[in-house]
């Protein structure tokens, strides 16, 4: 219950943060709120060699309204985000997910693009991003480079982010006249999601949704017309993974009944 | 630029409860344990050491945060408050504290230190609370003794006795979005 010993490095700028990187790649893990890293130091899942903190880094704590998206630097934290004025008018999805990423303690040091870096299939931070069509800005010493979210999270745990490469921030577009409902289903509120369910809808009648925990990334599928039967369709044709908590079968069953419930809210909010 | 090798003990100061302190320790010492074996203020207590049960919260620069899940270096010059914070130095015990004995909102008394310093700065952003939003920040500890219907009663009655003035309406659109940013 205790970190094997690791080297620690706190830059005090990005572009030390990049150096660095490139001189330990894949040996290094970036620390920013460690809410999921610090846990898997503890129970000794990973060795790193290095650790390097970014927390202090004061041009990666940043919200930046770019126009049609919102730039959340690397060591926003998601009690932070959950604060900024605008998140329910412009990023009204996110809005809605948020509260139940972790818990008021947890949100207060962990990070919106840690959770996108971490990629747990379950979280709702990826979801969102991958539901709203958004992307991850990656930083390394050749250069800056934009992925859209469902290029990034490939599988559980495992993104296309190279080792030498810094998240350095997520762009989530605006959703403006739209849609959006989110819910999840979950042992104890906070806790991981078995299933967690985003939907954007446009208002004419197509709905955007996406689940989690039932694959080892976000999955999405357009539904027009019969939600219920859509889903039903769906839901038999996901992986649906077994763990500690659920089974296959359960969890295709809760999709099966969120599923349009959350579809049902999107359309009416959007109406 | 900071950097320690790993097994290299270093000096580590930080200021806790108001006194500036400072002990040698590696970069893979959680800040919990820092408290407890290298500062020897043993009021916050460890459970289950990867950030579920809640038991050694300790507000960071004023907010709450896991120690356990916090290392020693990253707290460097940081301003840490424990629960040995809360009673006056002649042990008054402050109004939060009070309303726990009460209410009978703890028993053991192991968890009660973590779910103190929660309520100490959630109640600094939202001193009334709804009986909900105290809930989803209780969700944050685990409680294996007492249950937790004391624990919310206790909060309820503090935040019935907090000052009007703070601005109801502010607070609970705040409190909706999980409090303030840091």
Redesign the interface.
């Known amino acids: 219950m205790k970190p094997r010993p690791f080297d620690y490095v706190r830059p005090d700028t990005a572009e030390e943060a990049v150096a660095l990187l490139a001189d330990y790649g894949d040996e290094a893990r970036i620390l920013a709120g460690g809410q999921s890293l610090i846990p898997m130091l503890n129970l000794r899942l990973i060795d790193p060699a290095v650790l390097i903190d970014i927390s202090r880094i004061a041009g990666l704590d940043v919200i930046a309204d770019r126009g049609n998206f919102i730039e959340i630097g690397a060591a926003v934290t998601q009690n932070a985000l959950m604060g900024w004025p605008d998140l329910k008018l412009k990023l009204p999805l996110l809005a809605a997910a948020l509260p139940f990423v972790g818990h008021f303690q947890t949100r207060n040091k962990g990070t919106v693009c840690g959770s996108v870096a971490h990629a747990d299939p379950s979280s709702e931070i990826p979801l969102t991003l991958a539901v709203c069509g958004g992307a991850v800005v990656l930083r390394g010493k050749r250069g800056e480079r934009v992925l859209a979210a469902d290029a990034f999270q490939q599988d559980m745990l495992t993104t296309a982010r190279e080792p030498d490469e810094l998240i350095a921030a997520v762009r989530f577009p605006v959703i403006e006249g739209k849609g959006v409902a989110f819910d999840e289903v979950a042992r104890r509120h906070g806790d991981f999601a078995i299933i967690a369910v985003a939907a954007i809808a446009d208002g004419r009648g197509e709905v955007t949704l996406g689940v989690g925990g039932m694959a080892g990334r976000p999955m999405l599928r357009s539904i027009v017309g019969d939600a219920a039967g859509a889903i039903a369709v769906w839901a038999g044709e996901l992986e649906g993974y077994e763990d500690l908590h659920a089974s296959a079968a359960l969890r295709r069953d809760l999709l099966r009944n969120l599923g349009p419930r959350v579809v049902a809210e999107a359309i009416r909010c959007a109406a | 630029?900071?950097?320690?090798?790993?097994?290299e003990r270093v000096r580590i100061a930080l200021a806790l409860n108001g006194r500036k302190l400072a002990a040698a320790a590696?970069?893979?010492t959680?800040l919990s344990?820092f408290i407890r074996q290298n500062l020897g203020s043993t009021g916050t207590h460890v459970g289950c050491?990867?950030?579920i049960c809640?038991a050694c919260?300790v507000l960071i620069d004023g907010?709450?945060?896991?120690s356990?899940?916090?290392?020693a270096?990253?707290a460097e010059g940081r301003e840490v408050k424990t629960v040995e914070s809360l009673a006056a130095p002649d042990g008054t015990l402050n109004p939060l504290q009070a309303a726990f004995r009460a209410n009978h909102a703890l028993q053991c008394g192991f968890c009660t230190p973590g779910i103190l310093m929660?309520f100490t700065?959630?109640l600094a952003r939202n001193p009334h609370p709804s009986s909900a939003e105290i809930r989803?920040?209780l969700?944050?500890h685990l409680c294996r003794c007492t249950g937790y219907a004391g624990i919310v009663k206790a909060v309820e009655e503090v935040a019935s006795s907090a000052p009007a003035k703070a601005g109801k309406g502010d607070h609970a659109s705040?409190a909706?979005?999980?409090?303030?940013?840091?």
């Open positions: 630029m900071r950097r320690v090798n790993k097994n590696e970069p893979r959680l344990d050491e990867h950030g809640g919260t907010v709450a945060a896991r356990c899940l916090t290392l270096v990253q929660s700065d959630y989803e920040v969700s944050g705040e909706k979005h999980g409090g303030r940013g840091v």
